[in-house]
C-alpha cells in the first residue's frame, strides 16, 4: 500500500463526491487506464499473455504489469497426485522489485492471499475444463498457471483475472493417443505394440481415448506445442474491482486511490455463451461495512461493467489469435 | 470504458558490431592530440551511452559513471560528460536524486524517530528532518521541551508529504533537511506528480502560481506538488504561528474549477515528463493555455495525438534551448 498523507486522502476522497466526479488524472469513475494485451509471450508455456494497465506507451515503466503463464503437466492417478479428469492450480508471485517497501515476509503474505483468491475462484468446479484427462483412472494433465506481478500501480485483482483469463484462452492442450501394450503370441518377445485408437475414422482426439479402458500408456502424435484449445474457454471468468466510498464507487483505482477508500468490492463473473451471466466470486476487501442492500446494487452495476470488461477481451484475444497466426504466415510467407 | 491495445513493438534493431567505428573514437584522437584543450566544455555538453569510449585512461581518470578497459575510460551510464581537471565523470540523465545544499525539496515523511523524522525524498538514502529545524507552535525561537518530542506524531507523520530545503549532510552522505521558513512545512489541499530530477532545472523561485488558481511547488527532486492558490495575504502568518494551520491535515473548500485545473496541469506534466521535457513555468503555462482552449475533457490529455499538440505548441517557445 502507497503510503498516502491524510490530506491526500481527503482530497482524493472529496473529488469523488464533486459533480461531475473527477479522479487525479482526469478519468470519470467508470474509466479504465489504457490496458496493454500480449498473447503468446511465452515460448516454452503451454499459454501466456502478458498484460499491463496504465502504462504510458512512451515509457518504459509504470503501471500495473503481470505476466501469466500455463503449464501442462502430466500426473499418474494411480500412484501420483492427479485426479480424475485432471486439475488446475494457480500460483501468484510477487516480484520484489513491485514491492520494495514489503518485507520477505510481508511479500509471501500478499502472494498467499493473491494466490487463494486466484485460485479458489479459478479451480471451481463449474469451470473445469473437460479436456484435460488423459486416460482415464490412469493420467491427467495438471494444469498450473502461474502469475507474477512485475510492478504494481493499482488494481491488481483485475489485471490478475484478465491476465490468468487471456493465457487460460491461449493454452493449447497437445492432443494424446492412447496407446496399449499386448503380449505376442508364443515364441516372441514381448514387444509393445501400438494400436491407434481410430474409432469410426476419425481422426484421433484425446477425449476418443477414455472410451477405451485398456489403454495403459499415451502418445503425442503431433508436436508437444500444437494442439486444441482448452475447452469451455469461453467461460473463464472476468473479475471487476469496485472500490466503494460511501455512496460512489469508481474502477481500476491507482495505489493512492486504493489507500483512500475503506472497502474493495471484487467480483467475478462468467458469461456462459447463450445463458445469462453467472457470478462466480464476491469477495470484500478492506475495513468498510457494506450493507447487504448496498451489495445487490453494487452486483447489479458490476454485472454491467463486467459484461463491457468481457467483450473487450474478448475482442482483443481473437485479434492477437489473427496476429500471431494469420498475419504471422502472411508475414513469412512475404518475408 | 475500457480500451486494450498492443505493446509498443520494440525498435527495429539496426546495430551493427564491429565493423563500424564508434563514434567516441573520432574525438579521442582529437583529444589525445592536444590534452590541454577543454574538449568537453567548448563542444557543448557531451551525451554518452553505455559502453562508449570516451579517453584514454592513461591522460585522465575515471570518475563516477565510467569505468576503465583496455586504457580507455568508458561511460558505464547514458547522461552528460563532466570534467574536473584529469577526473571525467558522466552525469546520468535518469537516477536518483543527487542533493545540493540549498536545494528545495519535496518529501513525504517514512519514519518518526527520537527527535528526527525520516523523509523519503527520491535520494539513495531517506533524508532527516529533525525536531530541532522545524517551525514549533508559539512562535521561532520558542525552546525544544520534552513534551514536543513526545507529540511529534502531531506535526508530522508517516505518509505526510512535506516541502523542505537542504540544509546540510551527514556524514554518511544522508541529507538533513529544514522547514525553518513559512514557505516550508506540511503539504495539503493537492496532489503529487512524480518526474525524473533530471527535468527539474534550478528556477529563481520553485513556487509557481499559474493564473488558473494553481499553486506548483517544483521539488528539485522530481516530485511536484500541484495544489489549489492560495493567497499570499492568507497564508499562516508569523504573528500568531499557528499550529492549527500550520501542521492541519484539512483541506479547504476546494471548488470544481480548481479540482480541474490540478488534474490538468498534473496531466500535462506527466505527459512533457514522458517525452522529457524540462519543466519551467513557461512551458507550463504555454501547455496549459493550450489545453484550455481546446476545451478537452482533462483525461483527452494523456492521449496520443493531443500529446503531440502539447508539445508542439512549446516548440516556438524554446523548449529546447533553456
Known sequence: MAATSKSERAYIQSALHASPPLRADGRSLQDFRNVLLETGVSPLANGSARLNIGKNPEEGGGGTEVLAATKLEVEDIETGDGVEGGRLICTVTCSPAAYPQLSMNALDDLQYDYTTVLHQILSHPSLHPKNLGIIPRRKSWLLNLDLVILSDAGNTYDAMFLAARAALWDTKVPITRAVQYQARTVGETLRAVEESMDVEGVSPSGFDTRQIPVAADFELPDYWDEGEPLEGRDLWPVCITLNVHEAVHFLDATLSEEASVPSQFLVAFSFPPSSPSRVQAIRTIGSGELQPSHIQTLVQEAEKYARQLHTALNAKLRDEDIRRHQKAKVKFANR | ?322
Request: aromatic content about 8%; hydrophobic content about 35%.
Open chain 2, 1 to 322: 470504458m475500457i480500451t486494450f491495445s498492443s505493446f509498443p513493438a520494440p525498435p527495429q534493431d539496426n546495430y551493427t558490431f564491429g565493423v563500424q567505428q564508434s563514434p567516441g573514437l573520432d574525438n579521442d584522437v582529437e583529444m589525445d592530440l592536444n590534452l590541454d584543450d577543454d574538449e568537453f566544455e567548448s563542444s557543448g555538453r557531451r551525451l554518452t551511452y553505455p559502453g562508449e569510449a570516451i579517453t584514454s585512461s592513461q591522460a585522465f581518470m575515471r570518475g563516477h559513471g565510467t569505468y576503465v578497459d583496455h586504457e580507455e575510460v568508458i561511460a558505464s551510464v547514458s547522461g552528460t560528460v563532466e570534467r574536473v581537471n584529469k577526473l571525467i565523470s558522466v552525469r546520468a540523465i535518469r537516477t536518483r536524486y543527487n542533493p545540493e545544499v540549498g536545494d528545495l525539496i519535496v518529501g513525504r515523511i517514512t519514519e518518526v524517530q527520537p527527535r528526527r523524522w525520516k523523509v523519503d525524498a527520491n535520494s539513495r538514502q531517506d533524508a532527516v528532518l529533525m525536531l530541532s529545524s522545524v517551525n514549533l507552535p508559539g512562535g521561532v525561537q520558542r525552546r525544544k521541551l520534552e513534551s514536543d518530542e513526545l507529540q511529534m506524531r502531531t506535526f508530522f507523520e508517516e505518509g505526510d508529504l512535506l516541502v523542505a530545503e537542504v540544509q546540510a549532510f551527514f556524514a554518511d552522505g544522508a541529507m538533513s533537511l529544514h522547514t525553518r521558513s513559512l514557505k516550508y512545512g506540511k503539504l495539503r489541499n493537492g496532489q503529487l506528480v512524480t518526474v525524473p530530477p533530471a527535468l527539474i532545472r534550478r528556477l529563481k523561485s520553485h513556487f509557481l502560481t499559474l493564473p488558473c488558481g494553481v499553486d506548483l511547488i517544483l521539488g528539485l527532486n522530481g516530485y511536484i506538488w500541484i495544489s489549489k492558490h492560495v493567497k499570499q495575504s492568507e497564508q499562516e502568518g508569523e504573528e500568531g504561528f499557528d499550529a492549527e494551520a500550520v501542521y492541519s491535515n484539512r483541506n479547504d473548500e476546494i471548488d470544481d474549477a480548481t479540482r480541474s485545473a490540478v488534474s490538468r496541469v498534473s496531466n500535462i506534466i506527466r505527459v512533457l515528463a514522458t517525452h522529457f521535457v524540462p519543466l519551467t513555468d513557461s512551458i507550463l503555462l504555454n501547455a496549459y493555455e493550450w489545453a484550455v482552449e481546446q476545451e478537452g475533457d482533462v483525461k483527452d490529455l494523456l492521449q496520443e495525438d493531443i500529446v503531440r499538440c502539447v508539445l508542439l505548441c512549446n516548440n516556438d517557445n524554446s523548449v529546447y534551448e533553456v
